[in-house]
Nanobody, 122 residues
Framework: QVQLVESGGGMVQAGGSLRLSCVASGRTFSSYAMGWFRQAPGKEREFVAA????????YYTDAVKGRFTISRDNAKKTVYLQMNSLKPEDTAVYYC???????????????WGQGTQVTVSS
């Protein structure tokens, strides 16, 4: 079992930055790939970024490449999402999730956090 708690969301102006954190409980965090997803009002949940359990492999959706960076600290059982050059279209609830292998597919993830709201004003 893995429990995930996100933090770091908030309101920021376009062009600003936020760093999201997701802290995991459980002893097997380091064996899970981690992902970030987001869901805007009226839209389906979409993949944002993922990182392998070693941190060596990282994947991003095209919309955030060059602006967002995913990283992890297995000693702290934490995964991060550094978001720079934020745009109003980045506004969404952001969720972290854990999977047994790195994936961009929602259905591959077994554990989910409760989400944190990110609002980007123009």
């Amino acid at each position: 079992q893995v429990q995930l708690v996100e933090s770091g969301g908030g309101m920021v102006q376009a062009g600003g930055s936020l760093r999201l954190s997701c802290v995991a409980s459980g002893r097997t965090f380091s064996s899970y790939a981690m992902g970030w997803f987001r869901q805007a009002p009226g839209k389906e949940r979409e993949f944002v970024a993922a990182i392998s359990w070693t941190g060596d492999s990282k994947y991003y959706t095209d919309a955030v490449k060059g602006r967002f960076t995913i990283s992890r600290d297995n000693a702290k059982k934490t995964v991060y999402l550094q978001m720079n050059s934020l745009k109003p279209e980045d506004t969404a609830v952001y969720y972290c999730a854990a999977a047994t292998s790195v994936s961009g597919s929602y259905s591959s993830y077994d554990y989910w956090g409760q989400g944190t709201q990110v609002t980007v004003s123009s």
